[in-house]
């Protein structure tokens, strides 16, 4: 079997952070968000190959992210645009993916999302199925559930319905970007985008996966795969934050501290000074140097310099 990571985006609600590197490989808990799903996939046994597919802005970034790693078993699919109004969209990097890829069975996942669960326990339940299943997290509350694809399912956890952000949700069970196709997975995206040809634009029915979940489930077994633990979709600068705060217990801290106060949920990565500053739920990038400064609520890109900054709530970086 092979695995899809969709990491074409150019997450604009998070720049300048995001403006020059790709969201899959910011950090998260110390390490990039991306490595927690490819450690996971590297431990399946079957996995034949893994194919990430990002734009031209990123390419040198992923190439110089997986050096380290087992060159036989990624392939890095670029998508042939750099701008947002440019990109494929979801369902497209998918396809295109799919135009360079052999026949089999496919895991595709988001790849800026961090799942708590095994993603072998995800596969063991997906081949008992033989159909499409897609990962489901229980949102906290009904108001939350209107941020997310809906999914409501049955006993034998059948898709019954989809609701794409939803006014009234049917349930608080989100559908995450994580999803096992059976071979048949090119004849299923065929079929969906000849059916939207000509009835919508291009951009709708190629960049809104809740759209392709809801046409599928109505033609197809779908099953949904529910877990507990943990789900982040780091979207935004509260996600982000709540990401960080929800993997570990405590504050990151591997750069040098001078006459600073460090608060609750504090990241601060390597080679990067603070002094004479107060840092709280804030993640600090590689390379950065912060004096007389107040930061809270705020995302520091890498190799930026503050001085007396009263940042709170915001994302800053040195511009290049």
Do not use: H
């Not at 019954?160 to 995206?189: L, W």
Request: aromatic share 12%; with cysteine.
């Amino acid at each position: 079997m092979n695995s899809i990571i969709l990491a074409g985006g150019y997450a604009t609600r998070l720049w300048p952070i995001t403006k020059d590197k790709a969201k899959p490989l910011l950090p998260l808990g110390g390490k990039p968000i991306l490595s927690y799903i490819l450690d996971e996939l590297e431990r399946v046994e079957e996995m034949n190959k893994i194919y990430i597919t990002t734009n031209e802005r990123f390419e040198n970034s992923f190439k110089d992210y997986l050096r380290d790693r087992n060159q036989n078993l990624y392939d890095l699919i670029i998508e042939g645009q750099e701008s947002e109004e440019e990109k494929l969209g979801a369902i497209g990097g998918i396809m295109n993916a799919l135009e360079k890829a052999e026949n089999t069975d496919y895991l595709v996942i988001g790849g800026d999302n961090y799942y708590s669960f095994k993603i072998q326990d995800f596969l063991n339940f997906a081949r008992e199925e033989g159909n499409i299943v897609n990962a489901c997290f229980e949102v906290e509350s009904f108001e939350e559930a209107k941020n997310y694809g809906i999914v409501d399912f049955d006993e034998n956890k059948k898709i019954r319905d989809f609701q794409e952000k939803p006014e009234e949700p049917k349930s608080r069970m989100a559908s995450t970007a994580f999803y096992y196709f059976p071979k048949e997975i090119n004849k299923i995206f065929e079929a969906y985008t000849e059916y939207w040809d000509g009835r919508i634009s291009k951009d709708k029915y190629l960049d809104e996966p809740g759209r392709f979940l809801a046409w599928t489930s109505d033609r197809y077994d779908c099953y949904a795969y529910p877990f507990t633990g943990i789900w982040a979709d780091v979207g935004t600068r509260q996600g982000y934050l709540r990401a960080e705060r929800n993997i570990r217990e405590n504050n990151i801290v591997m750069g040098e501290l001078e006459d600073s106060k460090i608060g609750e949920n504090v990241t601060i990565l390597k080679d990067t000074k603070i002094k004479n500053s107060e840092i709280e739920n804030s993640i600090v990038n590689e390379n950065c140097n912060i004096e007389d400064s107040v930061i809270k609520g705020s995302i520091v890109g890498e190799d930026t310099k503050i001085k007396g900054l009263d940042l709170r709530n915001g994302l800053v970086k040195r511009a290049k």
